[in-house]
Each structure stands twice: as C-alpha cells, then as structure tokens.
C-alpha cells in the first residue's frame, strides 16, 4: 500500500543549531502539506504545496524556516536556527490534489518527533 | 476562511458506551469532511469522510453524516472499546485550493 514516508523519525538537536526534514509523498499526489503539532494540540498548517508552487506559507516562520518541493516530487522543511519553542511534531501529508478531485482526502506520513534542547 | 470547531475534551467512557464528538465548521462553498484519528505516538489515520450533503462516512463502528443545514459532521459510535482510546480530529478540505484545515483534536479515553 502507497504511503507518505518521512525521515528522520526521531531528532534531537540543540538549540541555534540546523535541521532539516524530508517527505517523500504518494506518488502522483500533487498536494503537498508540512504540518506542525505541538504536543497535546491539533496539527497547525506551515506550508502547502501544488506541484512544484507554494500556495500558502502564511503561518510559517519565514526567519528561521524553509521549505521546498524542488521536482514537485518530494520535499524537504528546514529549521535554522532551532528554538526550544520548535520542539514538536512535525507532520507531512500528501493528497490527489487536483482541481476535479473530488475525494481529496490527505494521507499522513508518521511523523517527525524534533526534541530542541 | 475555513475553520473547524470541536467539542472539549478529554473525553472519558466506560466500555460499551455511546459516543458522540460535535464537530461544526465554516466554509465557502461545499467541503470535503473527514475525520482523523491519532495513536499514542503517531500520525494521523483517516477514519471516515464523507463528500457531499447527506453522505454518512462509515468505519469500524464509527459513523458520521454532513448535515449540511446544520454545518455538522459528529462523530458516534454506538458500543465503544478501551482500542478507541486515541485522540479524534475533524478536519475539512475546501474544494477548490485544496486547503487542509483541522479542529483542535478531543481526546478520548475508554476505560474497563
């Protein structure tokens, strides 16, 4: 079965240090989304992607993070530097994504659990 | 915009119990509806959805129906088991830019 895979699982950087994050979507799934979910609270979106375009990045912090889709394939999210407030998970999920999509339902990889200290 | 609105948890049943978890949104125009559950420790799993007005989502016992004059989704299972014990996330996709939105997640606890 097709799945969304990401890596590393776990991190655990110290803070004013880089990290970097890496999804590999469904294939075929246009849409791509990073997702934060700070422990006990709902995933919060950072970045969308179509294809290869950002269509929203309006909730990611644009002084420390970055993200990119180069190919439209698969996607890498940075951090740099790392605060003690960034330590959560962070969640990538892939959907069709195509405008006469109906069934547009979003598949989650497992995660990336960052630990900043 | 788009927005999710979930009832408080946590949650705590006693097996066997009836579930219900109210979930309202906001959206333009006509949104997909999903609901997401969460293991301890790992990423979401979609439960169910349902696509259009009067569609009832069903999966492993768990069933929820778009209301769209009501703008609901909730979530009920009739008979629940210390397995269901996880966190629950109503989430919509606007058709057209695609955009995920999430409520806040009500946790459920199933105790023996």
């Known amino acids: 079965e097709a799945e969304v895979a990401q890596s590393p699982r776990y991190k655990i950087t110290e803070k004013s240090q880089a990290v970097a994050f890496w999804c590999d979507p469904i294939s075929g799934h246009a849409t791509l989304y990073w997702y934060r979910q700070i422990l006990g609270q709902g995933p919060e979106l950072l970045v969308q992607f179509q294809d290869e375009s950002v269509v929203d990045d309006s909730q990611l912090p644009k002084d420390r993070f970055s993200a990119e889709r180069l190919k439209g394939v698969d996607s890498t999210l940075k951090i740099q530097p790392a605060e003690l407030g960034d330590s959560a998970m962070y969640l990538c999920?892939?959907?069709?994504?195509?405008?006469?999509?109906?069934?547009?339902?979003?598949?989650f990889g497992q995660g990336t659990r960052l630990t900043v200290v | 915009g788009n927005s999710v609105t979930q009832m408080e948890g946590p949650v705590t049943l006693s097996e066997e119990a009836f579930l219900t978890i109210n979930c309202t949104y906001t959206a333009t125009g006509y949104p997909s509806l999903f609901w997401y559950v969460q293991y301890p420790g790992e990423g979401l799993q979609l439960l169910l959805k349902a696509t259009k007005a009067d569609d009832k989502g069903s999966n492993k016992g768990f069933e929820a129906t778009y209301r769209k004059e009501t703008t609901s989704f909730h979530l009920e299972k009739g008979s629940v088991q210390v397995s269901d014990s996880a966190v629950y996330f109503c989430?919509?996709?606007?058709?057209?830019?695609?955009?995920?939105?999430f409520g806040t997640g009500t946790r459920l606890t199933i105790i023996p």
């Open positions: 989430a919509l996709i606007a058709f057209g830019n695609e955009k995920l939105t």
């Open positions: 999920a892939s959907s069709l994504g195509r405008r006469e999509a109906v069934n547009t339902e979003a598949f």
